[in-house]
């Protein structure tokens, strides 16, 4: 079982580039969500997307777009990149709106912006 | 502002001892409180998890204790190993009639158990 697929795995960018980090799962599940790990800080939620076609903004938002491409990928993009988003970014899925569900994480993408 | 903290940022222990991570939220309206075990180049994975209403639950040697009143719940690791070494998260979440699936995280602990 595949679960959660993120690519790529690791990425630099020089400041100002764009990038797409791409997020599958193939669980069916309904949501997915984008997190960022920033050492002591945990992981801080970038945005979530409860179905196909609906995406909202989560704890730090700024700098990042999302697409949910249909149900099983939800990519993030990075307009112009910042060495502040310098981070290790991780997608993960759900089913939602029933109790006792548990979300599911990628591997994820380690991106430094220099 | 954080709004599930957790301490300490770092835990060494012997093989066999008892390592207790704590965790405190601030939202009441938080009601399903997991707890995530991640290994070096890894995703997050769901170690075990509790609802408010129980204030104890015991999976293997993991257990996690909860103080509704106080806001607090905790990790306890029981006979600790080697292969437990990780940093473990603590989170929370609304599942309610809302339930969206988002994680509010504690800031992580690492824990090194020593052979």
């Known amino acids: 079982n595949a679960g959660v697929t993120q690519t790529p795995k690791f990425q630099v960018l020089k400041t100002g580039q764009s990038m797409t980090l791409q997020c599958a799962q193939d669980?069916?599940?309904?949501?997915m969500y984008w997190y960022r790990q920033d050492p002591g800080m945990g992981l801080r939620l970038i945005y979530y997307?409860?179905?196909?076609?609906?995406?909202d903004k989560g704890e730090v938002p700024n700098g990042y777009n999302v697409s949910r491409l249909n149900k099983r990928e939800f990519s993030l993009r990075l307009e112009s990149a910042a060495p502040s988003q310098t981070s290790v970014y991780f997608c993960?899925?759900?089913?939602?709106?029933?109790?006792?569900?548990?979300?599911?994480f990628g591997q994820g993408t380690r991106l430094t912006v220099v | 502002q954080q709004q599930v903290k957790q301490s300490p940022q770092s835990l060494i222990v012997q093989k066999g001892g008892i390592p207790i991570i704590n965790c405190a939220y601030e939202?009441?309206?938080?009601?399903?409180f997991p707890w995530y075990q991640q290994f070096p180049g890894k995703g997050p994975a769901l170690l075990i998890a509790?609802?408010?209403?129980?204030s104890e639950k015991k999976e293997g040697r993991f257990t996690i204790s909860f103080n509704k009143s106080a806001k607090q719940f905790s990790l306890h690791i029981m006979d600790s190993q080697p292969g437990d070494s990780a940093t473990y998260f603590c989170?929370?979440?609304?599942?309610?009639?809302?339930?969206?699936?988002?994680?509010?995280f504690g800031q992580g602990t690492t824990l090194q158990v020593k052979p």
């Open positions: 989170a929370a979440s609304i599942e309610g009639s809302s339930n969206t699936g988002k994680l509010i």
């Open positions: 509790i609802r408010p209403d129980v």
């Open positions: 993960a899925s759900q089913t939602t709106g029933q109790l006792n569900t548990e979300a599911f």
């Open positions: 997307s409860a179905s196909e076609g609906t995406t």
């Open positions: 939202n009441t309206a938080f009601d399903y």
């Open positions: 669980m069916n599940h309904n949501s």
